[in-house]
């Protein structure tokens, strides 16, 4: 199982081109994905989201890795101590965890391009039925508050530096925009 911690900030996009261009201009391209996740949570009624514990398992290029976070927010930036491991067997491990008391919460599927800017990680995504987006996050073997601090700043240059509206950051997760039916017509305005 590996650990690592991430910083991380995500803004509506509303020019979809405008922002792939100034991305490509400056960004060393990664590639095109499609990430589908499915995400868990106990039967318990007691601990259901956003209180109880969730994870999720992604798929993508053929790949199931599982994934759990300690999440916290400041000033519209995202601090996770992230643990992931892959699992060889889906259906085997839906099956234990669905012995253990959880149960299929909510999926989500996250399409776009991947770019990297320094030691910034950049995706440019929609996210079926929520919107587009742009994800900028520092990933680090070190969670202490100065490197998480030096990190948002940062991630906030660069987001600045591009073609989008910094008072558009969102701080809600893709989960709970998808409970609240959120998609690109409802999105919040400042």
């Known amino acids: 199982m590996s650990t690592a911690y991430e910083t ?3 803004v509506w996009v509303d020019d979809w081109a405008a922002v792939e261009a100034a991305l490509r201009a400056r960004a060393t391209f ?18 259901a989201p956003p209180r109880g514990p969730t994870f999720r398992i992604r798929t993508e290029g053929g790949t199931a890795t599982v994934t759990f976070k300690e999440k916290s927010r400041e000033r519209g930036v995202e601090f996770n101590v992230e643990r992931e491991f892959v699992v060889d067997d889906v259906d085997a491990f839906v099956h234990l965890v669905g012995v253990l008391g959880y149960v299929d919460d909510i999926a989500k599927r996250k399409s776009g391009f991947g770019f990297d800017v320094g030691d910034l990680h950049v995706e440019l995504v929609r996210v079926d039925g929520v919107g587009e987006f742009i994800e900028v996050e520092s990933v680090s073997t070190d969670g202490e508050r100065p490197g998480r601090d030096a990190a948002a700043a940062r991630i906030r240059d660069l987001l600045s530096s591009l073609p989008v509206d910094l008072a558009r950051v969102e701080e809600r997760p893709y989960t709970q925009m998808l409970r609240e039916g959120a998609d690109p017509v409802s999105r919040p305005r400042p």
């Open 30 to 47: 990664r590639g095109q994905f499609v990430k589908e996740d499915r995400y868990f949570r106990s039967a318990d009624p007691t601990l």
């Open 8 to 10: 991380e900030m995500k």
